[in-house]
Every structure is written in C-alpha cells, then in structure tokens.
C-alpha cells in the first residue's frame, strides 16, 4: 500500500480498526444496528475475548505502519478509517434491503451469484456518480465479471468477494472525501467507529439523538 500513501489519502479498511472492549458488541457496531437494522446490516460482535483483537486489531496495525491518523477527530491528510459495505451499498444505491452475496444459512449458489451480479451492477452504475467510479474497459474488472458469471460453486464466488469488497471500501473513502456531508462517523475513536454514508433521514435522527460525530 505504500506507493499509494505518500501523500494526501484516506485508506478505508473493511475491518475493525479500534477494539477496546472485553466482550460483546463495540458501540458503533450497536449503532450500525440501530440504523441500518431495517435493512438488514448488522455487525458481528467484535471484542478483546477475540484471539484476534487481544494484542489490538491487524487493521490499527497497519495504519499505524503507514504512519495514518485514525482519530478522524484530528485533522489529517494522510487517515485511515473503518468502513462496512452493506450500509454503504444501501445508501449509494437507494435500496430497501441489503444486496444478499455473502454466504449464509438458506442461500444457494443461484442466490449468491445473482445478488454478487447486481453488486457488479451497482458499482458499475457509478461511471456518471460524484466521484465516478470507472469500471468499464478495465482488464482486471472484466476479468472479475467475466470470472463471477462463470462461476459454478460457492467457493468460486467466495474468491471474488475480497476483490469486489476492495473496490466497494475505495469507493467510499473517495465518496467521503468528495462529499463529506453525507457520511457520519458512528461511534468514536476511543471506543471504534464505521464511517459510512448516510441517509438525510439517518443524517436527522442523528442529530436529535445527539450522535454527532465529525
């Protein structure tokens, strides 16, 4: 990642950044159910019971490596920040309920490959956005979207996953950066935020709740 941090940047890590708590689930995890509940996003529960999260979190070490700010309190031009795709694709893309391509209990494969498709879609779609995401033409792209319609097992769509989510989690760190008033911080950098867009509906309840953040 170093070639691309030199300078001004925000690097967006779908990961939890900054884990303090000893069990259950981390503020702005509850906050992401609080919000984006209705539509299906919910977070696992991230805690320092967790092997992973004991000696911190692998994404806070990373950034700490690179030399980013992750206290979106501070101002910085060179940050990083966690992120989360499903409130994100929600928001971006109007839709009522979150696009279902990660495997689950009760979704086969015909169900996965059609939702994944319409995430391909989407992202696509984002050619004339604010900031344009260009796709089309790109050779590593259409090796993406040729490879998740030749799929024929849930392990095939499985390694396309991390790629797509990649350009998902780029996509809103430039969101943010273009337009910085239609996301939110939810929680804070004591305990751990998710940056996300935001509705202006969500936008309002945050601000009678006094959910404030930067």
Same mark, same amino acid.
């Given at each position: 990642?170093?070639? *691309?941090?030199?300078?001004?940047?925000?690097?967006?890590?779908?990961?939890?950044?900054?884990?303090?708590?000893?069990?259950?689930?981390?503020?702005?995890?509850?906050?992401?159910?609080?919000?984006?509940?209705?539509?299906?996003?919910?977070?696992?529960?991230?805690?320092?019971?967790?092997?992973?999260?004991?000696?911190?979190?692998?994404?806070?070490?990373?950034?700490?490596?690179?030399?980013?700010?992750?206290?979106?309190?501070?101002?910085?031009?060179?940050?990083?920040?966690?992120?989360?795709?499903?409130?994100?694709?929600?928001?971006?893309?109007?839709?009522?309920? @979150?696009?279902?391509?990660?495997?689950?209990?009760?979704?086969?494969?015909?169900?996965?490959?059609?939702?994944?498709?319409?995430?391909?879609?989407?992202? &696509?779609?984002?050619?004339?956005?604010?900031?344009?995401?260009?796709?089309?033409?790109?050779? &590593? *792209?259409?090796? @993406?979207?040729?490879?998740?319609?030749?799929?024929?097992?849930?392990?095939?769509?499985?390694?396309?996953?991390?790629?797509?989510?990649?350009?998902?989690?780029?996509? @809103?760190?430039?969101?943010?950066?273009?337009?910085?008033?239609?996301?939110?911080?939810?929680?804070?950098?004591?305990?751990?935020?998710?940056?996300?867009?935001?509705?202006?509906?969500?936008?309002?309840?945050?601000?009678?709740?006094?959910?404030?953040?930067?």
């Amino acid at each position: 990642m170093r070639p *691309w941090t030199d300078g001004p940047c925000l690097v967006a890590f779908d990961a939890p950044m900054i884990v303090v708590n000893p069990s259950g689930q981390r503020p702005c995890e509850r906050l992401v159910a609080r919000y984006f509940g209705r539509y299906g996003a919910y977070c696992h529960p991230t805690n320092t019971a967790n092997a992973s999260f004991t000696e911190g979190a692998r994404a806070l070490r990373l950034a700490d490596a690179l030399g980013l700010q992750v206290d979106p309190s501070v101002p910085a031009e060179r940050r990083a920040a966690e992120v989360y795709p499903h409130p994100a694709l929600v928001v971006l893309f109007d839709l009522p309920r @979150i696009l279902q391509y990660k495997a689950k209990p009760g979704r086969d494969f015909g169900h996965l490959q059609a939702e994944l498709l319409r995430l391909v879609g989407c992202l &696509e779609s984002l050619a004339d956005a604010s900031p344009p995401l260009l796709l089309k033409g790109n050779q &590593e *792209w259409e090796r @993406i979207r040729s490879t998740v319609e030749a799929a024929t097992t849930k392990a095939g769509l499985k390694r396309l996953e991390d790629a797509i989510d990649g350009v998902v989690c780029a996509y @809103i760190a430039a969101y943010a950066t273009f337009n910085p008033t239609h996301v939110h911080h939810l929680g804070d950098a004591a305990t751990g935020y998710i940056l996300t867009p935001i509705t202006p509906t969500i936008a309002s309840q945050l601000v009678q709740t006094k959910e404030v953040l930067w």
